[in-house]
């Protein structure tokens, strides 16, 4: 049995992700703060909902989906009843593995995972890491879970604040960037909804034909570059502002805040 420990955005996409993939209600258990909430998962999709005491204590996967800061409070409800042959799984950013092998009992096995949001049509990027006392079994099992919604990718945990930056947090900048060129469509006279029509599909098949192309970014933007055209014109002004170096500095910003995280 999966049980999921504080079932809020991430919590609640990686448990209908699992249930699209094929488990039925009866192998999920979700927990919440709220009753209300507790109720809306429970008519939602049809899983039990149960104290975070009873999860720990009967589940054989246990995932942590509450917010870094929440996490302590959890662990010390929860930690000294999880029984040693139990995987536990920490969705939360900045939060080491160490942080939680330290709050349970000893041996008990903790990967650690970076999700993202599109882990809702099944197209999120996982990047997981292995704790002191989670082994190959271990993994897998993690895979197994977070396949069905995604791209699920093993990294060193040193990588994981550097990939909760890149790719945990990464949809919020592409989103940042629609908004910003649906911004500049309005300045050009555009009507929104037409600019935001524009910038959606641009989007989309700029993604599409990164991921199938098999060309690198480099030279998938060089051929939408005519000599002296219209883009480089454009790319002139990104450069001239230091947009590249913005997004160096910004990317690594979020790493540094991930690093702060488990000292709350
Ligand atoms: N939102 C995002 O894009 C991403 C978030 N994450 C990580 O996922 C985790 C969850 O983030 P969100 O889903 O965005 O937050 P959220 O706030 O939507 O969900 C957390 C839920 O946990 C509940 N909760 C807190 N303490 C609890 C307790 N003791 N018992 C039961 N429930 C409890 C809260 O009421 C809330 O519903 C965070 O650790 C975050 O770092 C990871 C990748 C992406
Ligand atoms: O902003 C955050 O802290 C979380 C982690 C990655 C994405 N959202």
């Known amino acids: 049995m999966i049980a999921i420990l504080g079932a809020g955005k991430m919590g609640e996409a990686l448990l209908?992700?699992?249930?699209?993939?094929?488990?039925?209600?009866?192998?999920?258990?979700?927990?919440?703060?709220?009753a209300e909430r507790a109720a809306l998962l429970r008519e939602r999709y049809g899983v039990e909902t149960v104290s975070n005491r009873e999860a720990a204590t009967t589940a054989d996967v246990l995932v942590l989906a509450v917010k870094p800061q929440d996490m302590a409070a959890l662990l010390d409800e929860?930690?000294?009843?999880?029984p040693a042959g139990t995987l536990v799984i920490s969705m939360a950013a900045?939060?080491?593995?160490g942080y939680v092998e330290e709050r349970l009992g000893e041996g008990v096995p903790v990967v650690r995972v970076m999700s993202n949001t599109p882990v809702h049509v099944d197209e999120a990027m996982s990047v997981i890491s292995p704790g002191s006392h989670a082994g190959e079994d271990h993994?897998?099992?993690?895979?197994?879970?977070?396949s069905p919604v995604g791209k699920v990718l093993r990294i060193p945990e040193s990588l994981q604040d550097g990939a909760t930056a890149l790719s945990g947090s990464g949809p919020a900048y592409f989103y940042?960037?629609?908004?910003?060129?649906?911004?500049?469509?309005?300045?050009?006279?555009?009507?929104r909804a037409a600019a935001l029509e524009m910038v959606i599909q641009s989007a989309v098949g700029a993604a599409i034909m990164l991921r199938d192309s098999?060309?690198?970014?480099?030279?998938?933007?060089?051929?939408?570059?005519?000599?002296?055209?219209?883009?480089?014109?454009?790319?002139?002004?990104?450069?001239r502002h230091g947009v590249r170096s913005a997004v160096l500095e910004a990317i690594e910003a979020a790493r540094n805040r991930g690093r702060e995280l488990a000292a709350g």
Do not use: N
């Open 94 to 97: 900045g939060i080491t593995t």
């Open 16 to 34: 209908s992700g699992v249930l699209r993939a094929g488990r039925g209600p009866g192998e999920l258990r979700a927990t919440a703060r709220r």
């Open 139 to 146: 993994l897998k099992l993690a895979e197994e879970l977070l």
């Open 176 to 191: 940042y960037l629609v908004e910003a060129m649906v911004d500049a469509g309005i300045l050009l006279g555009m009507p």
């Open 78 to 82: 929860v930690g000294s009843h999880v």
């Open 214 to 239: 098999g060309e690198h970014p480099v030279l998938l933007r060089e051929a939408v570059t005519s000599p002296g055209g219209t883009t480089i014109a454009a790319i002139r002004e990104l450069e």
